[in-house]
């Protein structure tokens, strides 16, 4: 991969890949180690994509890989408070409460709902980067959904 | 709700930092340094280690001597010098344990151990694939040590990354695995014999470059090495009382000097306090400076409170690879250099 060519990739996808990370790991400081993994990766390994997609498709399914990586991974007795943890800053206070919402649920609805809502892949395109069946998907968006909604109304 | 979900969504985006540290990741070949999360937090451990993530390097030597001297050539330009050499020869140690599970054995080939880091070379045994996408590594590792060389009496922690997993140029399987602890300056792995227990579960690989790259279990089981630490001296020891560097408070950016007490530098780690107040103003990046110009950069980090009374923030960082501090002629923050006397 040329330097242009990753500069490209990072300008178009590095906030793909940082959403992602959140989504998966709730930190923000985890969330930016994930993506410079994965961006790394780009740069090391990054050849021969087949057009857009496919390269989108390699940077979603990596970052979901090094999150399960890091989410399993052996640190010991690390302790900082997610309540510590900055969060992005908002144009509206709803958005904050959103946000927050988001982040409390768990992490099996959270995935999917980002990758089906915001990032438009189709539910058999979400299993795939997953690793769940279809009908998986489906229930843990409906399921995610209603959780959500819940916690709004609350 | 789906439209605020994605105009909330929209909102979250890459730091300016992030993207600058991407934008320099072409420079290096290897991963940037990782940051402490923010936090304003007391009493609470903030443990900064590479991620568990092995990256496949084909070809790479299988001794931990011609693992250091081709790091160091990487990372420094220039080749190990014989006095470096030395060095990491004087910080080694042999092993040789092995256990099998599934017909697959793993052997502790050998160990290099400094102040609060240990590197250990694993051989497998069996016939693998060389391909530089694939990646080899445990789905989980564990290690003891005993007696428990951490004596603080607050949250502390250890870890593991695996900085290189490969078919060696020997044609066997060889991981190297770093194991780093946060003793707070205030013991040494190397200050008492200790018993090691290593407990590793399931071999596995991926492909880097197949889509839908998961995890394939190539031998599953659980071994168990168990194997002494000897004690040894862990070279010199540099203490500079207290000095002033640059620091950044991580939030706003901005850079002021603070003052950081008992720094003590060794051949694979600086340690240094700093008071609660200034927790928040993270140092620079810190390397050694050598007498031929080269300079050896921090690793991963570390940080707890060294007193049950949270006054005093204790951090360690880990040097790339060992340094023998006799060839140390200063010591650098970002851009502010220390001259070290007798280096």
């Given at each position: 991969m040329t330097e242009q060519e990753f500069d490209r990739a990072a300008g178009r996808y590095l906030d793909m890949v940082y959403r992602i990370a959140l989504n998966a790991l709730r930190r923000p400081a985890d969330a930016e180690d994930a993506a410079q993994t994965v961006m790394l990766r780009l740069w090391q390994f990054?050849?021969?994509?087949?057009?857009e997609e496919h390269l989108r498709h390699w940077l979603a399914r990596g970052t979901v890989n090094v999150c399960r990586d890091m989410a399993r991974?052996?640190?010991?007795?690390?302790?900082?408070?997610?309540?510590h943890c900055p969060e992005p800053s908002f144009s509206a206070p709803e958005q904050g409460t959103l946000f927050r919402a988001v982040m409390d649920l768990p992490g099996k609805y959270r995935l999917p709902l980002y990758l089906y809502y915001y990032e438009g892949y189709a539910v058999a395109e979400v299993g795939e980067l997953l690793g769940l069946k279809p009908s998986t998907v489906q229930t843990r968006l409906a399921r995610g959904r209603e959780k959500l909604k819940t916690m709004l109304e609350e | 709700m789906e439209e605020n979900y994605r105009a909330m969504f929209d909102q979250v985006r890459a730091s300016d930092r992030l993207r600058e540290e991407v934008s320099q990741m072409k420079m290096h070949k290897q991963m940037p340094r990782r940051r402490f999360p923010k936090t304003g937090l007391i009493a609470a451990v903030i443990l900064v280690l590479l991620a568990g993530s092995a990256i496949a390097s084909v070809g790479m030597p299988g001794t931990l001597r011609g693992w250091f001297a081709r790091e160091w050539e990487e990372s420094t330009g220039a080749p190990m010098t014989e006095e470096q050499l030395a060095l990491v020869d004087d910080l080694t140690q042999p092993v040789g344990v092995s256990d099998t599970q599934n017909s697959v054995t793993v052997t502790v080939d050998s160990i290099t151990v400094g102040n609060s880091t240990m590197w250990l070379l694993l051989k497998i045994s069996g016939d693998y694939p060389a391909e530089e996408t694939l990646r080899y590594h445990f789905r989980g590792i564990d290690m003891t040590l005993e007696p428990d060389p951490d004596q603080v009496e607050t949250p502390g922690g250890y870890g593991f990354d695996f900085p290189y997993a490969a078919v060696a140029e020997d044609g066997v399987l060889t991981m190297l695995v770093r194991f780093t602890i946060d003793l707070a300056g205030q013991t040494?792995?190397?200050d008492a014999p200790r018993q090691t227990v290593l407990v590793l579960e399931d071999l596995v690989c991926n492909d880097?470059?197949?889509?839908?790259?998961e995890d394939v279990v190539l031998s599953e089981g659980g071994w168990t090495l168990t194997f002494p630490v000897e004690p040894g001296e862990a070279g010199e020891i540099r203490s500079l009382g207290e000095i002033r560097v640059p620091a950044m408070d991580l939030e706003s950016r901005k850079i002021k000097t603070i003052a950081l007490c008992d720094v003590e530098i060794s051949a694979t780690d600086i340690t240094y306090v700093r008071s609660a107040e200034a927790q928040e103003w993270e140092p620079l990046r810190c390397a050694l400076v050598l007498a031929d110009g080269t300079a050896v950069e921090q690793s991963s980090g570390s940080s707890r409170f060294r007193d049950t009374a949270c006054t005093e923030w204790s951090s360690v960082y880990y040097w790339q690879v060992p340094v023998d501090?006799?060839?140390?002629?200063a010591l650098r923050f970002g851009d502010t250099e220390i001259p070290l006397s007798d280096g």
């Open positions: 990054g050849e021969g994509f087949q057009g991974s052996p640190w010991h007795r690390r302790m900082v408070p997610l309540e | 040494s792995l190397l880097l470059e197949k889509r839908g790259d501090l006799n060839q140390v002629t």
